[in-house]
């Protein structure tokens, strides 16, 4: 029965992944160059702190251009719901072991 629920916290984070990458997706050409760069080179540019840093910084700049120009899309809510019940389905293994002890 673990493993089920260790394969539905794996799917719904993936999801959550993926909700994340499309939101990059949609806001990526509504960004500067420099973060679109950072961006799109994520994995292949090495780097120190400093470049960790710009990197988040592009992160939440492209959390904040999609809300601003997307109002009514759904993808951040989808994407809070899928992270926050895969957090609760990993939580909900142990409980569901405790539970059925009694």
């Known amino acids: 029965m673990e493993i089920f629920f260790y394969a539905v916290s794996l799917a719904l984070f993936l999801l959550a992944i993926l909700t994340f990458v499309l939101i990059v997706r949609e806001a990526l050409p509504l960004l500067n160059s420099e973060d679109q760069l950072l961006l799109r080179n994520y994995w292949k540019t ?14 939440k700049r492209v959390w904040s251009e999609h809300a601003r120009n997307f109002p009514n899309s759904r993808k951040p809510l ?9 957090a609760v389905s ?3 293994d142990p409980l569901w072991l405790l539970m059925g002890r009694k």
């Open 90 to 92: 990993v939580m909900f």
């Open 78 to 86: 989808l994407f809070a719901v899928f992270l926050i019940t895969a």
């Open 46 to 59: 090495p780097g120190g702190l400093g470049t960790w840093r710009r990197r988040d910084l592009a992160l």
